[in-house]
């Protein structure tokens, strides 16, 4: 069975980088037939797609915070990474990570549990 | 960016009843929506994709139809278990999801 799980630091001050990490588990992050996701939900609100992978390190990035998002991916340890700069208070979300049902244009089909992120002084 | 309008925001059922969620698409998606279910505490839930497939292990009282703009999902009689929220999600154009539709007791 596929598992996501995401992990990195719970508080971020303003201005500093959040970085998050989702360990894939129970297949392989290689494989040609998925991409996979960030996707964040702030509390009390919608859920936000932030970007997608895939395993060859191309990424498709929400056109509003292209210029504050990196996400890379890492085939020798099966993980992929979020790296979100700049962040101030609205960025503070649960982050979930997630495998997309095939490629970029598909919803997403497993997920991580999430995990919260306060950004805070 | 494509936006996605979800109605009602809140909906007050009871078990048995019939319910429907709509989804509006600010621009023409084919049939590239998804619906989700999401409890408490948890993560999103994928239902339906393509606008009226169901994603394998979710119980036949859950259809999705609807095409170009204009969506639905659909409950058929309403369990205890579903109540909780409900969202749409656009993948024609990278990824939009809906405000959310939370279905509360009656």
């Known amino acids: 069975q596929l598992q996501l799980q995401e992990s990195g630091p719970g508080l971020v001050k303003p201005s500093e980088t959040l970085s998050l990490t989702c360990s894939v588990s129970?297949?392989?992050?290689?494989?040609?037939?998925?991409?996979w996701g960030w996707i964040r939900q702030s509390p009390g609100k919608e859920l936000e797609w932030i970007g997608s992978?895939?395993?060859?390190?191309?990424?498709n990035l929400k056109t509003s915070l292209k210029s504050r998002v990196s996400i890379s991916v890492d085939t020798s340890k099966n993980h992929f990474s979020l790296n979100l700069n700049s962040v101030s208070a609205s960025d503070t979300a649960i982050y979930y990570c997630?495998?997309?049902?095939?490629?970029?244009?598909?919803?997403?089909?497993?997920w991580g549990q999430g995990i919260l992120v306060t950004v805070s002084s | 960016d494509i936006q996605m309008t979800q109605s009602p925001s809140t909906l007050s059922a009871s078990i048995g009843d019939r319910v429907t969620i709509t989804c509006r698409a600010s621009?023409?998606?084919?049939?590239?929506l998804a619906w989700y279910q999401q409890k408490p505490g948890k993560a999103p839930k994928l239902l339906i994709y393509k606008a009226s497939t169901l994603e394998s292990g979710v119980p036949s009282r859950f259809s999705g139809s609807g095409s170009g703009t204009e969506f639905t999902l659909t409950i058929s009689s309403l369990q205890p278990e579903d109540f909780a929220t409900y969202y749409c999600?656009?993948?024609?154009?990278?990824?939009?999801f809906g405000g959310g539709t939370k279905v509360e007791i009656k």
């Open positions: 129970g297949g392989s992050i290689k494989n040609i037939n998925y991409y």
């Open positions: 992978v895939y395993y060859s390190g191309s990424t």
């Open positions: 621009q023409t998606i084919n049939n590239q």
């Open positions: 997630a495998r997309h049902r095939g490629y970029s244009g598909t919803p997403f089909d497993y």
């Open positions: 999600q656009q993948c024609e154009s990278y990824s939009t």
